[in-house]
Every structure is written in C-alpha cells, then in structure tokens.
C-alpha cells in the first residue's frame, strides 16, 4: 500500500487566493482526519470523518476553512479566502477501526505559506 | 489540556537503549497509552500503545507500571535514524477521538 497520500507537498499563496489540499486515505480505512501543526501549537485536529461523513469539526478554526469527502478514496481541506496566519503544515490520516484499535497512518503533509 | 509529560528533550548514544519516560498520573481505567514519533519533515509515525501490559512490536517495547500512571518507551539499539519527536499520549481506545500530541521529548541519537 502506498499509504496516505496527500498533494501538494508544497503550496505558496498569496493572501485571499483559495486553496486546496487533497488526501487520499489507504483503502479499506473508514476514518480520515485533518490535522495542521504550527510551531506555537502544535498538531491540531481539524476536522474527522467516520464512512465519509464529518464527525467532529470543532476544530475547524473559522468559516473560511471546509473540508468534504465525496467517497471513500478522496477528502479536500479548502481555505477561502487564505491568510498569512494559515501558514503551516496540513496532515491527513487515515485509521481503521473495524478490527479493532489500530494507529493512525499519516500522510508526508502538505507545506502552506501564504503570503 | 495535556494528559502526559514528558521530558523536552534526551540523548542517546547510537547502539545503545533509549529509554524514554511519560507520566500519566490522571490516566482512566479505559485508556491506553500510545506512542508515536516525528521525524524532521514527516508526519507522525504510529509506534506502539497498551492498556495495562507491557507490549513488544518490531519497533519499540511499552514497559507500564502496575498503576498505570507512567510509562517507558524503549527503543532497544537506538539508531541516527531514530533522531525525533516522540510524543506520549492517553486516549480511550474504542471510537475515533482526538489524539492529543502534546510538546513530546525531542530525542537526539549521538554518532
């Protein structure tokens, strides 16, 4: 298995340009989480989905920030319009539960500056 | 708020053990203690968890004491490679929840 994949690795924006941030989970996995890590916070989870349907969005800082996953092999993080405090590193994971409790597969991130 | 400490920071030298310490006083009768590490530039990297045995996997051993409110990982021959973060955490083990990362102990593997 390839394992989560996330794209782009790197992404430049300038402030108020949409982005969009693209994980691929590992088949068979029902779970899929956002996390974003910043050097004065850490990792942060975003938002998490159960079968494709969003669970938990506490985390999801403000209106500008959505996430979607259409199916079970594709979930999108959009942020619109994009800020200079957006800057950090965006992780997807993916976990399977059905047997049982299992760790979380991270992705290698995707790197945002905006600016 | 931070269910485990850790030590910011450790050495080791290459070859030999790497143990490090969590504290996790507070811990419920229902929650494990998992590990997880970061390599510079990657993303977190599951290692081992337990409830209340110790637990061995190809990676690392879980050493818990019997009251459960501190934990030892143990990377048994430490390598450069294993320069990271490594982050203690507890969590319920059934349902999907939020894993809380922490500031974990930056460990350095010296040559």
């Known amino acids: 298995d390839a394992g989560v994949i996330q794209s782009p690795r790197h992404e430049v924006t300038e402030m108020g340009q949409e982005v969009t941030l693209r994980c691929k989970p590992i088949s068979g996995h029902d779970y899929l989480f956002w996390y974003r890590q910043t050097m004065m916070r850490g990792l942060e989870l975003l938002i998490y989905f159960n079968n494709n349907v969003p669970i938990d969005d506490s985390g999801m800082p403000e209106d500008r920030f959505s996430a979607k996953m259409p199916n079970a092999s594709f979930s999108t993080l959009k942020i619109q319009p994009s800020e200079p405090r957006d800057s950090a590193v965006y992780f997807c994971?993916?976990?399977?539960?059905?047997?049982?409790?299992?760790?979380?597969?991270f992705g290698s991130g995707t790197r945002l500056t905006v600016v | 708020d931070a269910k485990t400490t850790q030590p910011p920071s450790m050495d080791c030298a290459e070859g030999r053990a790497a143990n490090l310490p969590c504290n996790h006083s507070?811990?419920?009768?229902?929650?494990?203690v998992y590990w997880y590490r970061q390599i510079h530039s990657q993303g977190p990297q599951y290692i081992i968890h337990g409830l209340k045995n110790n637990e061995t996997n190809e990676m690392a051993s879980l050493i818990i004491t019997e009251d459960r409110k501190s934990s030892t990982l143990i990377l048994p021959h430490a390598t450069l490679r294993d320069t990271a973060v490594y982050y203690c955490?507890?969590?319920?083990?059934?349902?999907?929840?939020?894993?809380?990362f922490g500031t974990g102990t930056r460990l350095t593997v010296i040559p």
């Open positions: 955490i507890v969590r319920v083990g059934s349902g999907a929840n939020n894993l809380f």
């Open positions: 994971a993916s976990s399977d539960y059905t047997n049982g409790e299992n760790g979380y597969t």
């Open positions: 507070t811990i419920s009768g229902n929650e494990y």
